[in-house]
């Protein structure tokens, strides 16, 4: 087994010390090699399965990492190194790279976005504002090859569909001249996930004590921490009390000491958290999550911004299938196994298709009452209207509703409007 990581490692090196072991050519001969090595698709997963528990297998050095559950190094060279990487339930965030190289599907489907990073306000080498611009997606399957480009040429994020999912990854060690190696939070930040300054981390760490032990005094210490908080520090200490606690006084009187320190960059910090939010939501699901069709569905959620893009998507992976009606199966299917926090009955998937459809509320309550014979009472069309507006509201069908959407939500005097010219429209007919 072990032969196969090493013709493919030689070839590579070969190709490369030609080059001079330049670092911007080795993401073209790398993927040049692994496509034809063909290991991406002759490899059997229960062979690489059975080397690795092998006594061969300790011939191989292993160094630990994180990313990847597990990385496991199958090739180790002067300059570079292979690894497959197993996933289960880990998303990897929008992301760059502090190396080169390339990457293969060896088991499994992953669905990949792009992204552009234009930088506007670089607040320190840590923490840098900026707008986060979604480039495509696409559904990469078994034996699918793409180059790794050092820093923002490659700013991409990936969620893996079946368990496990496999990656075979040929790349160098993380070169110092490519740092920081940031992560993204859309709509526009950039952060190194690498920086873990003392003693600011074992402060943060006791403020995430404090959040399950002792609430008046996590605020307290909060607060304090915020009066001589950096802009990156900021954001660690926003995040820390954000996700559970946004809608209570103690977070606004939070918001209100940092909008004295920092300004208007709370404002700008805001939406970033929120998405944070949505994105650990998202992931969290699928850790319940096993079938692969709905893994997809929530990769979509949550990396691709647009409903024609998500459409473009369920398309290629089912061609026989309508988009719109796929995506209203398994909302559905998702939400009568508890798996997405959401609920639907026959009357808020009819909202929900006529939202799809961009209509507003008038024709979609005039459609639910044709199908459901409502009886279009003050009451129940109050009802309606919570109902329409949790749904276009509702963060994790955020991609679904487009700009291009004409579903808009209401307040109560819009539908008083919308009512009024109801029943002007009933007597002429």
Same mark, same amino acid.
């Given at each position: 087994?072990?032969?196969?990581?090493?013709?493919?490692?030689?070839?590579?090196?070969?190709?490369?010390?030609?080059?001079?072991?330049?670092?911007?050519?080795? %993401?073209?001969?790398?993927?040049?090699?692994?496509?034809?090595?063909?290991?991406?698709?002759?490899?059997?997963?229960?062979?690489?399965?059975?080397?690795?528990?092998?006594?061969?297998?300790?011939?191989?050095?292993?160094?630990?990492?994180?990313?990847?559950?597990?990385?496991?190094?199958?090739?180790?060279?002067?300059?570079?190194?292979? &690894?497959?990487?197993?996933?289960?339930?880990?998303? %990897?965030?929008?992301?760059?790279?502090?190396?080169?190289?390339?990457?293969?599907?060896?088991?499994?489907?992953?669905?990949?976005?792009?992204?552009?990073?234009?930088?506007?306000?670089?607040?320190?080498?840590?923490?840098?504002?900026?707008?986060?611009?979604?480039?495509?997606?696409?559904?990469?399957?078994?034996?699918?090859?793409?180059?790794?480009?050092?820093?923002?040429?490659?700013?991409?994020?990936?969620?893996?569909?079946?368990?496990?999912?496999?990656?075979?990854?040929?790349?160098?060690?993380? @070169?110092?001249?490519?740092?920081?190696?940031?992560?993204?939070?859309?709509?526009?930040?950039?952060?190194?996930?690498?920086?873990?300054?003392? %003693?600011?981390?074992?402060?943060?760490?006791?403020?995430?004590?404090?959040?399950?032990?002792?609430?008046?005094?996590?605020?307290?210490?909060?607060?304090?921490?915020?009066?001589?908080?950096?802009?990156?520090?900021?954001?660690?200490?926003?995040?820390?009390?954000?996700?559970?606690?946004?809608?209570?006084? &103690?977070?606004?009187?939070?918001?209100?000491?940092? !909008?004295?320190? +920092?300004?208007?960059?709370?404002?700008?910090?805001? %939406?970033?958290?929120?998405?944070? !939010?949505?994105?650990?939501?998202?992931?969290? @699901? @699928?850790?319940?999550?096993?079938?692969?069709?709905?893994?997809?569905?929530?990769?979509?959620?949550?990396?691709?911004?647009?409903?024609?893009?998500?459409?473009?998507?369920?398309?290629?992976?089912?061609?026989?299938?309508?988009?719109?009606?796929?995506?209203?199966?398994?909302?559905? !299917?998702?939400?009568?196994?508890?798996?997405?926090?959401?609920?639907?009955?026959?009357?808020?998937?009819?909202?929900?298709?006529?939202?799809?459809?961009?209509?507003?509320?008038?024709?979609?309550?005039?459609?639910?009452?044709?199908?459901?014979?409502?009886?279009?009472?003050?009451?129940?069309?109050?009802?309606?209207?919570?109902?329409?507006?949790?749904?276009?509201?509702?963060?994790?069908?955020?991609?679904?509703?487009?700009?291009?959407?004409?579903?808009?939500?209401?307040? +109560?005097? &819009?539908?008083?409007?919308?009512?009024?010219?109801?029943?002007?429209?009933?007597?002429? @007919?």
């Amino acid at each position: 087994m072990l032969q196969i990581f090493k013709e493919l490692g030689t070839n590579i090196d070969r190709e490369w010390k030609k080059a001079e072991y330049e670092d911007s050519l080795l %993401p073209e001969i790398a993927a040049t090699e692994l496509i034809a090595s063909q290991v991406l698709l002759k490899l059997d997963i229960d062979d690489l399965v059975r080397w690795i528990a092998s006594p061969d297998f300790h011939d191989v050095e292993q160094t630990y990492r994180q990313f990847g559950q597990p990385p496991v190094n199958v090739y180790t060279g002067e300059h570079f190194f292979i &690894e497959v990487l197993f996933w289960l339930d880990a998303s %990897p965030s929008i992301h760059q790279h502090a190396f080169v190289g390339a990457f293969g599907v060896l088991a499994g489907s992953s669905v990949q976005s792009e992204y552009r990073f234009r930088a506007r306000q670089e607040l320190s080498p840590e923490l840098v504002i900026g707008d986060i611009q979604f480039v495509s997606s696409e559904l990469l399957q078994r034996g699918a090859v793409r180059s790794i480009s050092p820093g923002d040429a490659l700013i991409h994020s990936l969620f893996h569909l079946e368990r496990p999912s496999l990656s075979l990854v040929v790349r160098t060690n993380a @070169r110092e001249y490519l740092q920081p190696q940031y992560r993204y939070v859309k709509p526009w930040l950039a952060i190194d996930p690498f920086y873990k300054p003392e %003693p600011f981390m074992t402060q943060l760490r006791v403020l995430e004590s404090l959040k399950q032990t002792d609430l008046p005094l996590f605020w307290r210490t909060a607060n304090a921490m915020v009066e001589h908080s950096t802009p990156w520090m900021l954001h660690m200490i926003l995040t820390s009390a954000f996700h559970r606690y946004r809608d209570s006084s &103690e977070w606004k009187q939070l918001l209100a000491t940092a !909008e004295g320190k +920092h300004g208007s960059l709370v404002s700008q910090l805001t %939406p970033c958290l929120q998405e944070q !939010e949505r994105e650990i939501k998202i992931v969290a @699901r @699928r850790e319940k999550v096993h079938d692969p069709v709905y893994r997809f569905f929530l990769a979509l959620l949550l990396n691709v911004p647009d409903r024609p893009s998500i459409y473009r998507l369920i398309r290629e992976r089912f061609p026989d299938g309508d988009p719109e009606q796929l995506v209203l199966r398994w909302m559905q !299917e998702m939400a009568e196994k508890k798996l997405l926090g959401l609920d639907f009955n026959p009357i808020s998937l009819h909202l929900l298709q006529c939202a799809l459809r961009q209509l507003d509320f008038t024709p979609a309550k005039a459609s639910l009452s044709r199908l459901f014979r409502l009886d279009n009472g003050k009451e129940e069309n109050e009802q309606l209207l919570a109902l329409w507006n949790e749904l276009l509201t509702a963060s994790l069908l955020r991609p679904l509703f487009d700009e291009g959407n004409q579903a808009v939500v209401l307040n +109560h005097s &819009e539908l008083s409007s919308h009512l009024r010219h109801d029943m002007v429209g009933a007597t002429h @007919r």
